[in-house]
């Protein structure tokens, strides 16, 4: 681009000059003059003809330049704002899969005490969801009011863990919801994404566990999740739901 502008202050000085040679040497004859004064007025008419055009060709020069220059420093402004929302997206994953990580020590710390044949009887992890969900089948046939099952898992959650395996989805859920909004940058593809990945890495036993407290227990981290349509919509998507039993 700038040797386009050079060329066109080259051909308008040899058009002046060209122009200067034809009228007064082609057409009216005349020859080198050795008065000083003639040279002078010879500078005033280049300067008067050439200045104003090349003042015009730098002053477009230059709003190019700011030009180029505003949109490089877009460029930059861009290229810093998509470094900094990787830094948090990476710093947002690391705390995400270190709370999938402290879920699925939850999970291994998981313990329900049953009675069979009137002897009690502890059941952990993945075995104790298994015993608590073919309780609620059988309670599920027997009656069909939700009612039954919720007294039937206080009866067996005195020490909350069915409530705390429940709240640990839902922060990771919230953070997810909260962290990655479109106020800080991010688009609902990435809440999409990482609602994908919670349900995907969280423990099957686990998930079922949640969606089974969703269906009959009134915990206000059911009520967020529930009323969290972004997440619904993927949870939906993976074939999970709050109506499993």
């Known amino acids: 681009m700038i040797n386009r502008y050079a060329v066109a202050a080259t051909l308008l000085l040899v058009t002046v000059g060209a122009s200067y040679l034809f009228h007064f040497f082609h057409k009216l004859g005349y020859g080198?003059?050795?008065?000083?004064a003639v040279w002078g007025q010879l500078g005033d008419y280049f300067g008067g003809i050439l200045n104003p055009m090349?003042?015009?060709?730098?002053?477009?020069?230059?709003i190019k330049s700011l030009t180029l220059q505003n949109q490089a420093n877009q460029d930059l402004r861009k290229e810093i704002n998509y470094a900094?929302?990787?830094?948090?997206?990476?710093?947002?994953?690391?705390?995400l899969f270190n709370m999938i990580?402290?879920?699925?020590?939850?999970?291994?710390?998981?313990?329900?005490?049953?009675?069979?044949?009137?002897?009690p009887v502890k059941k952990y992890g993945t075995d104790a969801i298994i015993k608590i969900e073919n309780d609620i089948e059988h309670i599920?046939?027997?009656?069909?009011?939700?009612?039954?099952?919720?007294?039937?898992?206080?009866s067996i959650?005195?020490?909350?863990?069915?409530?705390?395996?429940?709240?640990?989805?839902y922060n990771m859920?919230?953070?997810?919801?909260?962290?990655l909004s479109d106020s800080n940058g991010f688009s609902l593809e990435d809440r999409r994404s990482h609602y994908l990945t919670l349900i995907n890495f969280t423990d099957f036993s686990l998930l079922r566990l949640v969606m089974m407290s969703a269906q009959f227990m009134e915990y206000p981290s059911i009520?967020?999740?529930?009323?969290?349509n972004e997440f619904n919509l993927v949870l939906n998507e993976t074939g999970m739901s709050y109506e499993l039993y």
Do not use: C, W
Not at 101 to 119: P, V
Not at 140 to 154: G, M, Q
């Open 140 to 154: 599920r046939i027997e009656s069909p009011d939700i009612d039954h099952a919720t007294k039937y898992l206080d």
């Open 101 to 119: 990580d402290s879920q699925r020590s939850f999970l291994d710390n998981f313990k329900i005490e049953f009675k069979e044949n009137g002897t």
């Open 54 to 62: 090349l003042s015009f060709l730098s002053l477009v020069l230059l």
């Open 32 to 36: 080198l003059s050795d008065d000083p």
């Open 84 to 95: 900094r929302k990787s830094e948090r997206l990476r710093s947002f994953e690391t705390q």
């Open 223 to 228: 009520t967020y999740l529930k009323n969290n």
């Open 173 to 179: 859920v919230k953070m997810i919801s909260e962290k």
């Open 157 to 169: 959650d005195s020490t909350d863990q069915i409530f705390g395996a429940t709240r640990v989805f």
